[in-house]
């Protein structure tokens, strides 16, 4: 069956520090990838998808088959980058989305 | 274009009466989606449309919720007989493609009495 795991629930780092949030994955086929970003009182928000390998805000995920994991990081995180962030998947054709648990970002000044 | 639109924003109603819910996606988007999400928990997913076909429902929670979307274009999402744990956010999302980026409206937040 297909799992999205986050196994922090919180992340706390200091400002100009490197970030990673960890995001593992079970999916019987080839899965599509994504990391949602929510700010605080904002809509969930698509923050990047692995098929285009962009880096968005300076975050960049990398899909590793191997490990089954899709983390995501930044070398010097910013107050602003402050969220909850969901790391998700689904199949080729949008279908079986399923949605991790979400890690809180907090970057202390 | 506003983007995704849910109504209402919030919903308090007594235990055992019906609720309907309604989104409005972006209008070029094809694809709808439904779910419900829970305090301190991702999103889960219920059910999705392309276009007024509903592709995938059997992960609605029970057959007390039922999604439609008539015209292709709005859809609804209504719960029967309403049970405390139905408390939660419900969100609509919208997108262009299979597998592309989703937009996701505000939710509705329904209270249980």
């Known amino acids: 069956a297909q799992r999205v795991t986050q196994p922090e629930k919180l992340l706390s780092v200091f400002k100009g520090a490197p970030v990673e949030l960890k995001c593992n994955y079970s999916?019987?086929?080839?899965?599509?990838l994504f990391w949602y970003v929510q700010y605080s009182r904002q809509r969930l928000q698509l923050l990047l998808r692995?098929?285009s390998r962009e880096s968005i805000k300076g975050f960049t995920a990398d899909l590793n088959k191997g490990e089954t994991s899709f983390h995501l990081k930044k070398p010097f995180a910013q107050e602003e980058d402050s969220a909850m962030y969901y790391c998700?998947?689904?199949?080729?054709?949008?279908?079986?989305?399923?949605f991790g648990p979400g890690t809180r970002l907090s970057v202390l000044p | 274009d506003t983007g995704v639109s849910q109504n209402p924003r919030h919903k308090i109603t007594k235990r055992g009466q019906n609720v309907t819910f309604r989104c409005d996606p972006i209008s070029e988007h094809n694809r709808l989606y439904w779910y419900r999400q829970t305090l301190g928990q991702g999103p889960e997913f219920l059910t999705y449309?392309?276009?007024?076909?509903?592709?995938?429902k059997s992960r609605l929670l029970s057959d007390r919720f039922s999604a439609e979307r008539p015209k292709g274009s709005f859809s609804t999402l209504e719960i029967q007989r309403t049970e405390q744990g139905d408390s939660a956010m419900y969100l609509c999302a919208s997108s262009l493609e299979g597998a592309g980026a989703q937009h996701f409206g505000d939710g509705t937040r329904l209270s249980i009495l």
């Open positions: 692995h098929i």
């Open positions: 449309f392309q276009n007024e076909a509903q592709l995938e």
């Open positions: 998700a998947l689904s199949g080729s054709y949008g279908q079986n989305f399923v």
């Open positions: 999916y019987s086929g080839s899965p599509e």
